[in-house]
């Protein structure tokens, strides 16, 4: 699986993008875990909270495509200092903050901003720029494996960090980190293989995202990606809720959580190895067709915790396993130089789906008293995204490989 990965610039390169995602994603992942202490010291109420974390997912994919393009035209290395540094910024303003505009500016604006802009696509664009393309799918899985052991790793530190030291304690704590990745991007830029010379004529940013926009691919792989952000975010925000209408315990949730992540890691090293090895298409229709049926399987099933285990550990597998085959849809679309912005695309698709998975979620669980006909949209919805896959032009594995 690894082979591609055994030069050492190749792989050096890999690992620092891995673990700036680590940290990114880590602090991202785990915001819901201040929800409650934020709201007995503050008093906002968990409304007026849940807010400010709901423009923090919207800003998250709206900054991507602007943070690839700024990155695909002056190169990575300031783009990412300063997401960095916004991030722990964010974190570090938080905990002066008494009022809802103050937590949607530091933690919807300030935070998200930073960590959306230090995420999939100005790293995976900064790494595949670096290697050759029979590396850049285990690449990305492996980039996305790391910010999945991110969100597995910080999660019960933060938690514990909280419980010992307070919810403040904890920002400061997240705002550290984020610095403290600040020498990784050293490792991820300063590779002694120089960036991929473009030899095709460059008409600008612009051009090309006004030539993949004009793209039926292109379009077709972000109907699949607005899927996807739809069926996460539902699940993210609203599993606990699911849980509770079960009556099972709140521990029940916590761990499913948790399997997630961690069959997440696995799930993007293997679709990263599959994409050098399939058409991605073919892979991304296939996750999303196991996911159509994980989620019919989940409604016959009991409510039981092993159901719910089984279940998480199912869908985790294939998580956000979708992003090393769509970024790979995307550089062999339209090539690396303009990854970053074309890809950040694709994910402000997938995020403005999980603005509606998790807001459509919370008003289904009102009108109806629970979440039956969410489930069914995310069937419908995982069933389109498999079909909508299977059209756009790839070439075959063998192909391409020769032809490069």
Not at 287 to 304: C, E, N, W
Not at 340 to 368: D, K, P, Y
């Amino acid at each position: 699986m690894f082979r591609s990965l055994r030069s050492p610039d190749v792989l050096v390169t890999t690992l620092a993008a891995a673990s700036i995602l680590l940290v990114t994603m880590g602090i991202r992942q785990s915001m819901g875990l201040f929800v409650s202490p934020l709201n007995t010291s503050t008093g906002l109420g968990i409304a007026t909270i849940s807010l400010a974390l709901a423009v923090a997912q919207f800003v998250w994919g709206a900054i991507q495509p602007v943070a690839g393009a700024i990155a695909d035209r002056h190169g990575p290395r300031p783009v990412l200092i300063g997401a960095l540094v916004l991030l722990a910024l964010g974190s570090a303003l938080t905990p002066f903050m008494s009022s809802g505009p103050g937590l949607v500016l530091t933690i919807g604006l300030v935070s998200a901003m930073g960590s959306g802009a230090a995420s999939f696509s100005v790293l995976i664009g900064a790494a595949a720029q670096r290697m050759p393309v029979e590396a850049r799918g285990t690449a990305s899985g492996v980039i996305n494996a790391g910010g999945s052991f991110g969100q597995f790793l910080f999660a019960p530190i933060l938690q514990k960090l909280i419980q010992s030291i307070g919810w403040m304690g904890a920002m400061g704590a997240m705002a550290i980190a984020a610095l403290a990745a600040l020498p990784l991007i050293g490792k991820l830029t300063q590779s002694s293989t120089p960036p991929i010379a473009h030899t095709d004529t460059d008409h600008g940013v612009l051009r090309a995202v006004r030539d993949a926009l004009g793209d039926r691919s292109y379009l077709l792989l972000h109907a699949g990606f607005f899927a996807c952000g739809f069926h996460i975010a539902f699940l993210a925000t609203h599993l606990p809720g699911e849980v509770e209408l079960c009556g099972l315990p709140p521990t029940v949730a916590s761990w499913s959580l948790a399997i997630i992540g961690l069959a997440n890691i696995f799930g993007s090293l293997y679709a990263g190895a599959c994409v050098s090895r399939y058409r991605s298409k073919h892979v991304l229709a296939a996750m999303y067709g196991s996911r159509a049926v994980l989620v019919a399987a989940y409604l016959l099933a009991p409510p039981s915790e092993w159901t719910f285990y089984v279940f998480a550990a199912g869908l985790g597998f294939t998580w956000l396993g979708t992003v090393p085959p769509t970024a790979a849809l995307v550089g062999k679309l339209f090539g690396v130089r303009y990854l970053g912005t074309l890809f950040g695309l694709t994910l402000l698709s997938h995020q403005i789906g999980g603005f509606l998975g998790a807001w459509l979620g919370g008003l289904a669980v009102v009108e109806f008293g629970d979440f039956r006909w969410m489930w069914y949209a995310d069937i419908v919805l995982a069933l389109l995204a498999a079909v909508l896959n299977l059209p756009i032009r790839e070439a075959a594995i063998e192909r391409r490989v020769a032809t490069a």
